[in-house]
């Protein structure tokens, strides 16, 4: 189980994330909410990448910074198109994260081949990732992100740049391993979450304004016929215009 417990994020006089307190246990969460609104910040938290300004992450009770390397082991994360070597090959970049992430050398062959099977690169595998499409990219975010088969994985819009065939892809496959897994998705695209998610957090401003179902957030917000719907009910009613999130 991870839990945030009031967790405050200041970059100077802004307050990027406003005392967030927030219980995920197995299954996929899509975490929506307009550009600026706070969802790259809370991912950079719960992965350890930025410290809160005060609260604590914990990790089955445990305080996630004290958990250290243990913590950082479990966990898969997949940002945007960052953290990539245009020069490596997909397979020596895949090999080089196995390392990091102590992957035994015995399993990593294994390993690396089920996780180009699962993003569909594998024909592609030993081409410089500088030749890599947008969509390659991502997609070989995702296949690092995944390796060594951690219980938390963090998804920074992992369909951005893929064919409507890719993303329908890539949304099942993270449908059939989310079983005993903690998934975050944060996405732009409704679509790509409706469907999978087990509950829905919505970010605004640095703070959730709500979390449930998608059938439940549909009933709260107007009898919205679907989570798109309800989008727009929270955001742009207020003006939060965000064109992206349209399917």
Known sequence: ??????????????????????????????????????????????????????????????????????????????????????????????????????????????????????????????????????????RILVAQAILGDPHLIVLDEPTAGLDPKERVRIRENIRNISGDKIILVSTHVVSDIESIAKEIILLRNGKIVDKDTISNLCEKHGNAKNLEQVYLQVFEKEGESDSAHRI
């Open 1 to 138: 189980m991870l839990e945030l417990q009031n967790i405050t994020k200041h970059y100077g006089a802004r307050k990027a994330l406003d005392h967030i307190f927030l219980t995920l246990e197995n299954g996929i969460y899509g975490l929506l909410g307009p550009n600026g609104a706070g969802k790259s910040t809370l991912m950079n938290i719960i992965t350890g990448n930025l410290k809160p300004t005060s609260g604590i992450v914990l990790w089955n009770g445990e305080n996630a910074r004290n958990l250290g390397p243990a913590y950082l082991s479990l966990l898969g994360y997949a940002p945007q198109q960052q953290g990539l070597y245009d020069t490596f090959t997909g397979i020596r970049f895949l090999s080089y994260m196995a390392a990091l992430k102590g992957i035994p050398k015995k399993k990593q062959k294994g390993e690396i081949q089920r996780v180009l099977d699962y993003v569909n690169l594998t024909e592609k595998a030993y081409r410089p990732i500088g030749t890599y499409s947008g969509g390659m990219k991502q």
